[in-house]
Each structure stands twice: as structure tokens, then as C-alpha cells.
């Protein structure tokens, strides 16, 4: 992929990060004996010929025992290879059938790599389903349940027997050493690692499997490329990886990087939305949104003629006027238009292929090959079928003008089972499906179909696969052909819904703009979402370099919330490294770094992904890898609080409430002022700094910054305090700078200086600050003025609050935990209902002395169990919903998630619906209805799992009306709604989460469940 697309972004994007691979020496090879060696400089491997093993060393470390490659002996010899990697050597083994196994080593590539050729010396066609090219021993140092183990399934211990898609990484999580094994290619085969326990340490077999790969008498095939490498650090492991595989694919990115809108969850409007409302928003982003870098404006699944249709648009539907005055509106105000459909899934009883279902995959008994949900598979491997498609996607994106194409359902083109959404190891039958080429493996149709549509699409489009989620087998599949790939499940406007996003773009961010572009789903801020947990999530977005496209209605929303949409784009096209990988399934400390030498910035993001407790996290000099500061200290400023954090030197640790995060720009404090931050972007500089230069003899900081036109824009300077003191004298911008209306205001004074800049456009401005030597203040903390405490019921968290006082604040609560926070507001939520806490608050100052106390006690209420409602009028399961979902199953009418009767609490329920967390209902909502009641619980069904645990939540219209407590066999098992309805509500939405442990065995029932439609029914 050898193009450049532009977005109609109003900024540089930066490009992706460079090829750490190195031209590296020659490789050396050398036969002694039965040993035959290669070695090139980075990593070495012995084959010992007698015995038909090998092993492998690197960093000095000898990771690799008793290597086995598909079968032991045979002739070896060495020879030279050649190919995408350079020019390389290989120990070659011949077997005596003919099939050929090699190790490889290429000049600056830091993996031993293995590649079979499987040989046909029979006299009829060979049909193989899989192959095993390695197996080989691993020894780290450390006992096998002492190593984690990281995986697209996520983090275990070494001990525990593992199975994942493309790769497995496998670290000591105190120093991160450790080994990286992972497929470099997926031509025709789906690569697969598995790892378990051995004496001494693990034992990692790869495979490939093909389903059916056929191989012609006397003929050889071409194995897939295998890497196994160690490394002192593991991150540096994946990252080369990552960086390999797109030098063994020739994949070259483009290098804007899409950020914006999909339609999909917005509320209103979501769906595909429609022609008026898309006109609208596209002028709102052209005035607000555009001079921020975003560029994008996708329609989702719904504008099609019926759902696996896409040769039209519904002329009924939301596009009664077609497809192209929309793309033609997006484009006037200056974005790209982007359009959802599924290229392989279609409908195969649509009139249009009455006389070609010949066009689509079978099943061995001739029937066609549908999968749930997708549709049925269109065989790219029949030439008419592959002309249908070609004239679908030109008409799209040649005629219609869609130049952001998010191809979904991809698992199709493979024909193979859905697994979404957990990324485990499964059999999804592979192999089963028949192609009307019988020589073409699964995956090889598939990845000629991802050809096609970048064919038919043409270079300026930009080619959104989505999702692995749906079977991982596309992970691998997919390289090479794809500019950006969903690699979160579907995702939501709740904190439940987030977090397996932030999973999947955690475990595989290293692919992150080496192999693709990692798109983790959407950017969501609205309600129930916290303020603090909208910012979080787009914090991380931020950080990770990640796509960010937003899916809410953008008019509507308050500003607090569109600051977040600002602020987080354009993507800064950098890869963020999560610095506790290999000691969290979630990780918390994300590190992002841009610049070298005296322009370098370090950004670092601390994220608590719990609902309850208060982390405390360390940031570590050394850990983080920053540059060493020559006066001892370092000097940050959280971004979300607007508020510097005072020098510290090797480390410093950070509290964060729960379901929230702290972005805090780091520099080192030496002897003289340094920028430490900018009010831009969460990145705080590092999109919009182009220059930035001390002037030593005139006492001068100076530098360039790209400024977004209307938006008030402010430098946050640090200066050291004691004896070699500066004091901020004045702040200016340039004389064109000054005459294109451009104005500096200096705002604050002392350690900490601030200067704010307006300029009336989008704007590159040269700005100086000029210091002279001088005592900068420190004034002692302030006292803390009217804290409070809040107690609102006792199902919320308590929120206590007090008077800014520009200080950061060590808080502590009654049973003795200390917090250092940045916000004059802290939300506890790991409190109980009925207690009562007493919270001590101080200000801390910039030398680090506490000021006076203040204190305050609240108590939470007590949990009472609410009347019996009355029966409803309108019973839920006799409505449709609007929308639907639920975490695992169907939603149950009348029945339980496993399809059962309803019981809860041990009694049997004829009427209800049956659902399994994490689960959302929306209904419609009419005028007369009055009240919503109903009883609650988990289904009895899973009673005898202790992992139960379920909290129910009525909405209306976006508002929180009612709320449980968390349900679980042990506590509370039930509970009672009857809820007013707000007069004009347009819809009710029942929501049921997982209490924040996890879904497993959340089954859930709503029962006597519906709408009361008199005023005056019994309660």
C-alpha cells in the first residue's frame, strides 16, 4: 500500500514512528562437526545435525532449548535467501520426501525465523489441514508461574497452558525480559502459538493451519514465516515484531490519520442516521469541529436496501434522494465522507442472485454457507463474483465519492463460524466451507477478497476492516491489506463497554501504526459516563495514538463533553506504550514520547479502570525511560486538573479516583524555564509545538505553535526556584503575528508561568517569553475553603468537594488512606451504605508543605428495599424493544437467557424478559404511559455459581431514574422499581451491567416488568 491520503485535516499530522530495524552486519554461518551455526550479530542459532534440534541466543541470554523444526533429521546445507527482509542465510534441512524446512537470520533482524516448504512425493493430490514448523523450549530465568504470558486472550501465568491468534510474548513482568514469537506471514495459512509449562521454564509450539491446503503430486508449497526472538525488554520485542512484519508485507501506511464521526451509537440519530440530520452535522463540524483536526463523517449499517444488500440505497429509507448528495455535503465542508457495508456477507435470497448462487461459498451438501448475522459468504474465489463486487465498491467510492470505507463482517470472506466476541482459541471449522476453487485455502480467498476491494476502491481511500472480534482467524489474515482494523468489540456508552476495548487495544498496540492503524471503537462522553470517565477514555485514545472517531450526536452535546472531542484530535501519529503490559490485564501506566534531545516530550497517562477503590500509582523516571535531569528534578502539569505538579525527582506517586485517569506532561527541571505543557491537546504539545529554544543570553524561551483559530490557547511554563531563580518579565508573539491580530496576555506568575495566546484563525504563531534572574515565589498552600461531602443514596459513590485554591491536595480518609490529588473534587466509591467516613483535606504547595486541615463527616444512607410495585398495564414482553443487546445469548421473552422459565428469588415469573449482562433494552416510550415497575434479580438458573453479580438501571431520555444495588446470591438477590416516567420522555432504556467483576453466569430477569398507564394505580 503505497499511498498518501489526506482528510481535509487542518493539521500536520505527524508521521507514524520510523523503522527501528536496523541494515545490521552480514550473517556469519559456519559448520562444525554435526553443528551448523548462524549468527547475525543480534541474535545466533546452533543446529545440531545428529540429533535434528536446535537452539537459540540473543542478548547474551541462551533462550531457546531443544528446538524441534516439523520433522528431525535429513540433509542440512546452508544457503543464501533473499526477499522482503534482505539478503539473508539459512540452514536448510531436506527430508526424504522432498519437503524442506529452514531456519533463517536477516542482517538487523533480531529473530530466528522458520520456514517450512511441505512436499507432495505422493502420486495424488495431498490435502494437509494443518502443520507444526516449531516447537522449542524457553528459559527466562524465572519459574514458569513466575512469567506472564501475554496473549490476544489477554495475561496469564507462564504455568497455565495457553492458545492464541499470530503471537504469544512471554516476560519476566519485574525487568520485562522475555521472548516474542509470532507469525510474520499469513498468506495462505492462519499462524497459531500455544505455550505451557516445562522443566525449567515453558515450551511454545507454533503452527499453521489451513483447513485444506492442497498440494499437487511433485509439487512444493510455501510455508508461512515464523519469528522467535528475545529481549531484555519485551515492549521493544513487540514493537520489532510488529515493525517486521510490515517489512516482510511492504506495508507502507498512509500517513494521515482519519479522525472523526460514526454514526452508529449516536442517541439521537444513530443507526445510519439520515440525510437531514447528516447535512446538519457536517456544517456544525465545518464551523466548531473541522480547525481541530477532525475529517471524517461515516454512515453505518441502515442506508442499504435491506440488511446484506448494498448494491442501493433504500429509497424509502434515510437516503430517499441516494447516497451522493450526502458524501457531496460532507466533502463542501470539508471532510471526507465515509460509508459502512459488509464486502463478503450478503443475502443470497435477493432477487438479484436468483440466477448466480453459484457466486457464493457452500457447504459440502451444496447448501450455501451462511453465517450468523453476516450473511452468506461470497466466494472470491469464483471470477463473477468477484466482477459483482468489483462494480458495488466502485459505485461507492468512485461514483457516490466515499473516500472512508468501513468494511465490516470480515470473517465472511473466510467462511468460517463467528466466535465474537471473546478472542479465545477456538474451533471455528476451518476447512469446512467449499470454494469453487478447491486449490484455494480459506484464507487465501479471503485475503484475494481484501485485494479486490482495495482494487475497486482505488489508493485515496481508507480501508477500515472491522473486527477481529469476530473471529480472531482475521487478525493475522488481514496484514497487508487493510489501513485500519477494529480491534475492540462493539462498544457503548458505559464504562462496561469500554473496558474490553481498552483491552484489545492494549494487547495489541504495538500493531499500531507499523502494521495498521488500531481502531479500539469509539469515542463515547455522554451519560451514564462520568465527566471523569468520558475524559479517561478519550484521554486513552489520546494517548495511544489510536483512531479516534466519535459516535455521539455532536450538537447536543454539553461543552465539557465537546471539550473532550477537541482535545483529543488530531491524532498525533505516534504509538503509546502501556509501561505495566506484563503486570496488569488492563494496563494503567501508558507512556507517550515525541521529539528527541532538547525538544523531547514525555506524556504519561495513569488510568484506574475500577469503579470502586482509589489507585495509587508510581511514576518512575527509569521505568518510563525519561531523560536524566541535570538539576536532579522533574517538573509535570495534569492536564484535567490545570495544574502543575510541583519538581520531583527519581519518582512520584499519583492517586486516581475511580473510573477516571491523570495525563501529566513531564520535563526535566534544570536551570532554566522549560515548556512543560499547552491547553491544546491531552497531548500537551506534542501536535502542536513545532519549535521550542532557549535563548541563554538573552533570557529568552521561544517557540512555534500551531494555534486553532478562536480557541483560547495557553503555554505552561515551569522555572526553577532557590538561588538560580527566574522571574517571568513579559510575553510577546512576532510582529506578523501581531499584525494578523494576535495577542500573548501573561496571566500568572512564579515557578509556575502561564501565557495565553488568542489568535481569530487557525495559525502558526511565533511567541517569546523573556525572564530575568529573580526570586520566582512560592507561597505557602492555602487553607481549604467550604468542603463538603455528599451522600446523594446508597447506591452512589460520595462526592466531596471544597474551594480551588491552585494547590494540588493530600487527602485522607477516616480509616487512614492518604491521597495525592490534583482536583478540588474527589469521588469515593468504594464506600457502604449505612457507614459513616470523615474525609481530612490540606492544599500542598509547590515546595511540597502541607497547609491547615479541614474536615468533614458524612454518612451514607441506608439500603431499604422498595414496596411491591403494582402489575403493569403494558407488559414488556409484549413490546418490541427499538434496540436490543445483550452480553451473551438472545434476549429471552418470557423466558430466561438460557431460553428457561423466569425465577427470582427462588419464585417462578410467567411474564418478563430474560437477559445476560452486560445488556441494554430501549423502548419507545408513549404518552400514557405513567410509570415503569418491575421486579429484578438474577434468574435462579445460575445459582449455584458464585460469581453472580448484577446492578439494574432504568433510563429515560439520557437521565438515570432508578438504580439497584449490586444483586448476588450472598447480599441482595432482588429488588423492586416503580418509577415515574418524565412527562415528553421519548424512550426508556433498561440497562443491566455486571457490578464491575466481570460477566460470567450475569444472567438477569426483569419480570412483572412494564408500564403503569393510570395515575392512581396501587403502588
Not at 477503590?613 to 525519561?626: N, P, R, S
Request: charged residues 25%; neutral net charge.
Amino acid at each position: 500500500m503505497k499511498r498518501l491520503t489526506w482528510f481535509g485535516l487542518a493539521w500536520v499530522v505527524l508521521a507514524a514512528p520510523a523503522m527501528c530495524l536496523a541494515e545490521g552486519s552480514p550473517v556469519k554461518a559456519a559448520r562444525s562437526g554435526n553443528v551448523v551455526l548462524l549468527d547475525n550479530g543480534l541474535v545466533a542459532v546452533r543446529y545440531n545435525t545428529a540429533a535434528g534440534r536446535f537452539t537459540a541466543s540473543a542478548e547474551g541470554v541462551a533462550f531457546g532449548r531443544e528446538g524441534e523444526l516439523t520433522r528431525s533429521g535429513g540433509k542440512s546445507r546452508i544457503v543464501d535467501v533473499g526477499g522482503a527482509l534482505g539478503g539473508g542465510k539459512a540452514i536448510e534441512i531436506e527430508h526424504a520426501d522432498g519437503s524442506v524446512d529452514q531456519i533463517l537470520l536477516y542482517p538487523g533482524v533480531p529473530f530466528a525465523c522458520i520456514k517450512p516448504h511441505p512436499r507432495n512425493a505422493g502420486q495424488e493430490a495431498l490435502t494437509m489441514d494443518k502443520l507444526t514448523p516449531a516447537k522449542i523450549g524457553v528459559e527466562l530465568g524465572r519459574r514458569a508461574a513466575d512469567v506472564r504470558v501475554l496473549g490476544c486472550d489477554g495475561l496469564t501465568p507462564g504455568d497455565k497452558a495457553r492458545t492464541s491468534y499470530m503471537f504469544l510474548a512471554a516476560a519476566d513482568p519485574k525487568t520485562r525480559g522475555g521472548i516474542v514469537v509470532g507469525w510474520l506471514t499469513h498468506d495462505r495459512g492462519s499462524g497459531i502459538v500455544s505455550s505451557g509449562a516445562s522443566q525449567g521454564g515453558l515450551r511454545i509450539e507454533a503452527r499453521i493451519e489451513y483447513g485444506k491446503l492442497r498440494i499437487a503430486p511433485g509439487q512444493t508449497a510455501d510455508g508461512e514465516l515464523l519469528a522467535i526472538g528475545y529481549f531484555k525488554d519485551a515492549l521493544v520485542g513487540l514493537e520489532t515484531y510488529a515493525e517486521t512484519i510490515a517489512r516482510a508485507n511492504g506495508i507502507r501506511l498512509p500517513k494521515a490519520i482519519p479522525s472523526g464521526y460514526c454514526t452508529w451509537y449516536s442517541s439521537p440519530f444513530g443507526g445510519a442516521s439520515d440525510a437531514r440530520h447528516m447535512a446538519q452535522l457536517a456544517e456544525f463540524c465545518r464551523e466548531h469541529l473541522t480547525k481541530f483536526g477532525f475529517g471524517v463523517l461515516q454512515i453505518d449499517d441502515g442506508w442499504q436496501i435491506s440488511g446484506r444488500d448494498f448494491t442501493m440505497y433504500r429509497k424509502d429509507g434515510p437516503y430517499r434522494e441516494g447516497m451522493k448528495p450526502t458524501a457531496d455535503k460532507i466533502a463542501a465542508a470539508g471532510m471526507t465522507a465515509g460509508i459502512w457495508f459488509i464486502p463478503f456477507g450478503w443475502d443470497h435470497k435477493r432477487e438479484i442472485f436468483k440466477e448466480h448462487q453459484d457466486w457464493f461459498v457452500h457447504h459440502a451438501d451444496g447448501k450455501p454457507y451462511e453465517v450468523y448475522w453476516a450473511g452468506t459468504c461470497l466466494d472470491m474465489t469464483r471470477p463473477e463474483a468477484r466482477t459483482f463486487l468489483r462494480g458495488v465498491i466502485g459505485q461507492m467510492t468512485r461514483e457516490w465519492g466515499y473516500k472512508y470505507i468501513k468494511i465490516d463482517g470480515l470473517w465472511t470472506g473466510m467462511a468460517v463460524k463467528i466466535l465474537y466476541p471473546e478472542p479465545t482459541y477456538r474451533d471455528d471449522r476451518l476447512g469446512d466451507a467449499v470454494f469453487h476453487d478447491p486449490n484455494v485455502t480459506n484464507v487465501q480467498a479471503y485475503r484475494s477478497g481484501l485485494e479486490l476491494v482495495r482494487e475497486a476502491a482505488g489508493d485515496d481511500v481508507f480501508i477500515l476492516g472491522c473486527n477481529i472480534a469476530q473471529n480472531m482467524r482475521t487478525l493475522g489474515a488481514s496484514i497487508g491489506r487493510v489501513d485500519g482494523m477494529r480491534v475492540g468489540r462493539d462498544i457503548g456508552a458505559a464504562w462496561e463497554h469500554i473496558l474490553p476495548s481498552a483491552e484489545m487495544g492494549s494487547r495489541l498496540y504495538f500493531l499500531h501504526g507499523r502494521v495498521w492503524y488500531n481502531d479500539p471503537d469509539c469515542l463515547m462522553v455522554r451519560e451514564p459516563m462520568t465527566l471523569d470517565q468520558a475524559r479517561a477514555w478519550g484521554s486513552w485514545i489520546s494517548l495511544t495514538g489510536q483512531l479516534n472517531l466519535v459516535s455521539e450526536w455532536l450538537p447536543a452535546l454539553p461543552a465539557e463533553r465537546l471539550e473532550i472531542v477537541k482535545r483529543s484530535m488530531p491524532n498525533h501519529g505516534l504509538c503509546g506504550r502501556p509501561v505495566d503490559l506484563f503486570e496488569s490485564a488492563l494496563p494503567k501506566v501508558w507512556h507517550l514520547r515525541a521529539g528527541e534531545g532538547a525538544s523531547r516530550r514525555d506524556v504519561v497517562g495513569v488510568f484506574n479502570w475500577d469503579l470502586k477503590k482509589v489507585e495509587t500509582l508510581g511514576i518512575d523516571a527509569g521505568k518510563l525511560g525519561l531523560p536524566e535531569a541535570d538539576g536532579g528534578a522533574y517538573v509535570g502539569f495534569d492536564y484535567w486538573a490545570g495544574k502543575f505538579v510541583p519538581p520531583f525527582a527519581d519518582g512520584a506517586e499519583v492517586s486516581v479516583p475511580p473510573g477516571s485517569c491523570r495525563v501529566i506532561a513531564i520535563r526535566p527541571m534544570g536551570d532554566r524555564p522549560v515548556l512543560v505543557s499547552t491547553s491544546r491537546h491531552i497531548t500537551q504539545g506534542v501536535v502542536d509545538i513545532a519549535r521550542e529554544a532557549w535563548d541563554g543570553d538573552r533570557h529568552v524561551l521561544s517557540g512555534t505553535s500551531r494555534v486553532v483559530g478562536g480557541d483560547p490557547y495557553e503555554l505552561r511554563i515551569a522555572a526553577p526556584i532557590g538561588s538560580r531563580s527566574w522571574e517571568a518579565v513579559s510575553a510577546k508573539v512576532s510582529e506578523a503575528d501581531k499584525g494578523a491580530g494576535v495577542s500573548a496576555t501573561m496571566i500568572d506568575h512564579g515557578p509556575g508561568v502561564r501565557v495565553r495566546l488568542d489568535s481569530k484563525q487557525n495559525r502558526q504563531v511565533d511567541w517569546a517569553v523573556h525572564f530575568k534572574p529573580g526570586e520566582a515565589g512560592t507561597p505557602e498552600a492555602a487553607g481549604i475553603g467550604n468542603l463538603r461531602a455528599d451522600a446523594p443514596s446508597p447506591f452512589e459513590p460520595v462526592t466531596v468537594t471544597w474551594d480551588e485554591s491552585g494547590s494540588t491536595y493530600r487527602l485522607e480518609r477516616s480509616e487512614g488512606s492518604a491521597l495525592a490529588i490534583a482536583a478540588n473534587r474527589f469521588v469515593d466509591g468504594g464506600v457502604e451504605a449505612g457507614k459513616t467516613y470523615t474525609y481530612t483535606v490540606r492544599a500542598v504547595g509547590w515546595s511540597g508543605q502541607a497547609g491547615e486541615a479541614a474536615r468533614v463527616t458524612v454518612t451514607v444512607p441506608k439500603l431499604d428495599m422498595p414496596p411491591v410495585p403494582p402489575r403493569p398495564d403494558v407488559l414488556l414482553s409484549g413490546l418490541k424493544p427499538v434496540r436490543a443487546s445483550v452480553g451473551w445469548g438472545k434476549l429471552g421473552t418470557d423466558k430466561s437467557a438460557e431460553g428457561k422459565p423466569l425465577r427470582v428469588s427462588g419464585k417462578k415469573y410467567d411474564r418478563g424478559v430474560g437477559v445476560h449482562a452486560n445488556s441494554e433494552l430501549v423502548y419507545a416510550c408513549r404518552p400514557e404511559y405513567k410509570r415503569f415497575v418491575a421486579v429484578v434479580g438474577p434468574d435462579c438458573e445460575v445459582r449455584s455459581d458464585a460469581r453472580t453479580s448484577v446492578v439494574f438501571e432504568v433510563w429515560a431520555d439520557g437521565r438515570r431514574l432508578a438504580r439497584s444495588p449490586k444483586l448476588a446470591w450472598k447480599t441482595i438477590d432482588y429488588w423492586h422499581f416503580d418509577v415515574a416516567i418524565p412527562p415528553g420522555c421519548r424512550e426508556v432504556r433498561l440497562v443491566v451491567t455486571d457490578g464491575g467483576d466481570g460477566i460470567s453466569a450475569d444472567h438477569a430477569d426483569w419480570v412483572e416488568a412494564g408500564f403503569v398507564t393510570r395515575l392512581d394505580a396501587a403502588r
